[in-house]
């Protein structure tokens, strides 16, 4: 009898908790349905996650400010001028590939090294 009950109180224990959760995911999904295209509530979410992840207001304060003074001094978002900074690197590395593989220089050199390969190889072939 006992163990009856004990099994009883752990499935209604586990059942308790699947739904709390199921409620959580269904809270989630539902204020950031409402959050969506709402940009100064998005904008706050980094320092919101700050605070819970850190404790400290002072750092969730302080990356709000830069963010917003960020924004305002160049008048985009630091997510916007991240990827404006990592496009304009990749197109950077990509001319300079190109460059290299268009050069003389690398002609030459290449030339030079089939040349080499191929007095070894005909070295060893006699």
Same mark, same amino acid.
């Given at each position: 009898? !006992?163990?009856? =009950? @004990?099994? &009883?109180?752990? =499935? $209604?224990?586990?059942?308790? @908790?699947? !739904?709390? #959760?199921? $409620?959580?995911? #269904?809270?989630?999904?539902?204020? %950031?349905?409402?959050?969506?295209?709402?940009?100064?509530? %998005? !904008?706050?979410?980094?320092?919101?996650? @700050?605070? %819970?992840? &850190?404790?400290?207001?002072?750092? !969730?304060?302080?990356?709000?400010? =830069?963010?917003?003074?960020? +924004?305002?001094?160049?008048?985009? %978002?630091?997510?916007? /001028?991240?990827?404006?900074?990592?496009? +304009?690197?990749?197109?950077?590395?990509?001319?300079?590939?190109?460059?290299?593989?268009?050069?003389?220089?690398?002609?030459?050199?290449?030339?030079? /090294?089939?040349?080499? @390969?191929? $007095?070894?190889?005909?070295? =060893?072939?006699?």
């Amino acid at each position: 009898m !006992a163990l009856s =009950s @004990t099994l &009883s109180c752990i =499935s $209604k224990c586990i059942r308790f @908790t699947v !739904a709390m #959760i199921n $409620k959580k995911i #269904i809270l989630g999904l539902f204020i %950031t349905s409402f959050l969506g295209a709402c940009a100064p509530s %998005t !904008a706050m979410l980094g320092p919101v996650y @700050t605070l %819970t992840s &850190s404790g400290s207001v002072v750092q !969730a304060g302080l990356s709000y400010g =830069s963010n917003e003074m960020i +924004t305002m001094y160049t008048g985009k %978002t630091p997510l916007e /001028n991240l990827q404006e900074i990592s496009s +304009t690197e990749q197109s950077k590395t990509k001319n300079i590939h190109k460059k290299t593989l268009e050069s003389e220089d690398f002609y030459i050199l290449v030339k030079q /090294n089939i040349q080499k @390969t191929n $007095k070894i190889l005909k070295s =060893s072939n006699q």
